[in-house]
């Protein structure tokens, strides 16, 4: 976030706390519960929202260098990310083009070809198809025509998008509008990708977004754990188009008071959270950047997998570094598996009780509030 822009997030906290309320949305929300727990919903979510836009789908720093390359079957269809000799990243189905095999697992770096394992038919890393053992038997199949079928794909600020639909297009700045220059400032390319965990979890994708976007939960649910971090009481919430802001200060916000103004620091001292519509969170967390990639499990509405991201101002390079991090991920893995899953299978099991048609979101939840009417919008275009 760029220094003018922290300036006046900073006086619209303090202006918070010295009011002693957060930021309100106009009127309360009424949720349908059949969103959380509709097979025929997340059919629709699967066409409209996974495949229908670009989504973003991982950050740069995980494929820094040519060569380098990353696969991915969260998504709604197995996806090869690479990164070219000219720097380029590029995105591709991981489906062979001789008889559909999957032509990479994992990820891995100094990768200039691809070798199906099936029949060994290569391809290099801008998916042209370079090899077909005993070609004379396929006569007529012309190489130029039989590439890895590409997917649009953009990088922008250090995040890349894939749009699963390899007849779509897109444009990056247009998918970030007037978030723009804001994700531009951290510098999210400068960053070191320090470890990726994924995790299932038994429900809907939307629940472990919901997560993010209000403060209220703390003070009850993470009382012992995440609450002592933050000042919850004060959230701020803004709304990009269909993209969401929240910011939640820490307890050492209120050192800045008295302090110049040009030496305000917003992001040490909030967490900053975004919304990438629809699956994405990324939280800038003063010292790192948290990524959650976070996607049905094979389009079921009730099962969630999930990429967790730590990105690192420098790599750690020494075992307490390590130690460090572990420690860290190891926290917010625990917060999320112990209090927030435990309670969100309840509101899964909860939607298809019958015990009511609709969830509610209070005005102290406009954040939240925020990503369903988008959502809602969304899914009626
Ligand atoms: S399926 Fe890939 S070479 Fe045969
Ligand atoms: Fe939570």
């Not at 706390?17 to 919903?41: C, K, L, N, Q, S």
Request: aromatic share 10%; proline share 7%; net charge negative.
């Amino acid at each position: 976030m760029q220094h003018q822009k922290q300036v006046a997030e900073t006086r619209r906290l303090f202006d918070l706390m010295a009011r002693g309320t957060t930021d309100f949305a106009p009127e309360i929300w009424r949720e349908p519960v059949a969103v959380y727990a509709d097979p025929a919903h997340a059919a629709r979510e699967q066409e409209i929202l996974f495949r229908g836009r670009p989504l973003a789908v991982a950050m740069s720093a995980e494929l820094p260098r040519p060569g380098d390359f990353l696969t991915d079957d969260l998504g709604p269809a197995p996806l090869i990310l690479t990164r070219t000799v000219a720097g380029e990243v590029k995105a591709f189905l991981n489906v062979c083009r001789h008889r559909g095999a999957r032509v990479a697992e994992g990820k891995g770096s100094n990768k200039r070809r691809f070798i199906c394992p099936y029949h060994a038919w290569t391809y290099d890393n801008e998916g042209r198809l370079v090899g077909i053992p005993e070609q004379e038997a396929f006569e007529g199949v012309d190489c130029a025509t039989h590439g890895l079928t590409p997917l649009p794909v953009a990088e922008r600020h250090g995040i890349i998008w894939v749009q699963f639909d390899p007849k779509a297009s897109f444009d990056a700045e247009a998918v970030l509008g007037p978030l723009d220059a804001e994700l531009a400032a951290y510098n999210f390319a400068g960053y070191h990708f320090h470890e990726r965990r994924t995790m299932t979890v038994p429900i809907n994708w939307k629940l472990v977004v919901d997560g993010f976007l209000e403060g209220y939960h703390l003070r009850s649910l993470h009382k012992k754990t995440v609450e002592p971090i933050f000042l919850s009481r004060h959230c701020s919430a803004e709304v990009y188009g269909p993209n969401v802001r929240m910011i939640i200060p820490r307890r050492s916000f209120p050192e800045m008071q008295g302090q110049p103004e040009q030496s305000w620091d917003l992001v040490r001292h909030t967490a900053i959270i975004y919304v990438l519509f629809p699956n994405t969170v990324i939280v800038v967390q003063g010292d790192h950047i948290e990524t959650w990639h976070c996607y049905p499990s094979g389009g079921k509405v009730d099962e969630c997998t999930f990429h967790l991201g730590f990105y690192v101002p420098e790599p750690a390079m020494t075992p307490s570094a390590h130690e460090h991090w572990r420690r860290n991920m190891d926290l917010v893995l625990a917060t999320v598996k112990d209090e927030d899953i435990p309670t969100s299978r309840g509101i899964q099991t909860g939607a298809t009780s019958g015990a009511q048609t609709h969830v509610v979101f209070g005005r102290n939840e406009p954040a939240l509030i925020g990503f369903h009417r988008a959502l809602r919008d969304a899914m009626a275009a």
